[in-house]
């Protein structure tokens, strides 16, 4: 690991060290890398920090002042919601479709949103963790037919959502709900929505300091 930057913390990833996430990163960018090989995104996510974005075949990883959290147990379930989660007409998997889902989640077209920062070299990545069962998918579907879903970043009992898709209204708020359910049940107890949405503070996300986030991680990852 090297410092690139003397007025504000950054750093180039030559080995599979991270920098301290509590530093004072500018716009929470802390450090570069050339690759996203598998045991540096698990020592990355492992240390609070996730790639963000790809430019010029560098790759820019983000440990944000405010970190958005949703407890697993406090996802909200509209009457609506848990009525389609009830019916016969909807169901859902886990990891049947990883890539697929990632292919939808980069594809889909999105409000306020001309590109996406899910290029091939992130879904190659991601499917690795994937088959090393360190990333997980979860699906969405309407009579049959695939219309949403999520995916993450599985660590111990840490879970970091990545994206997630909808071909159909309310498909990724179900699989969203679906997952909560199911990590709770196994003793996990929030998930990581790093910068977050309004969608996710609807369905009952919240923001809380990064080191405080850093504290609840090294607690989950060890």
Not at 38 to 51: K, Q, T
Not at 128 to 137: R, V
Request: charged share 25%; net charge negative; glycine share 6%.
């Amino acid at each position: 690991m090297q410092r690139i930057d003397y007025e504000y913390p950054l750093y180039y990833l030559d080995d599979l060290t991270f920098p301290d996430p509590c530093e004072n990163f500018y716009d929470g960018l802390g450090a570069i890398s050339s690759d996203l090989e598998p045991n540096r995104l698990i020592a990355g996510y492992s240390n609070g920090f996730f790639p963000w974005f790809e430019q010029n075949g560098m790759f820019y990883w983000f440990c944000i002042d405010q970190r958005m959290i949703l407890y697993t147990n406090e996802v909200k379930k509209s009457k609506n919601l848990l009525k389609k989660l009830r019916s016969k007409n909807w169901n859902f998997t886990i990891n049947q479709h990883f890539t697929q889902v990632m292919h939808n989640c980069a594809t889909i077209k999105r409000k306020h949103e001309d590109s996406t920062w899910i290029t091939q070299e992130f879904i190659e990545a991601y499917t690795t963790l994937h088959q090393n069962k360190f990333a997980i998918s979860v699906e969405s579907y309407y009579k049959g037919e695939l219309v949403g879903g999520l995916y993450g970043v599985a660590i111990g009992k840490y879970f970091s959502g990545e994206s997630m898709f909808a071909k159909k209204s309310d498909a990724s708020k179900l699989a969203l709900i679906f997952l909560c359910d199911l990590l709770y049940q196994n003793g996990i107890e929030w998930i990581d929505c790093q910068s977050g949405s309004e969608h996710l503070l609807r369905m009952g996300a919240k923001y809380i300091p990064k080191c405080e986030f850093i504290e609840k991680l090294r607690e989950y990852t060890t």
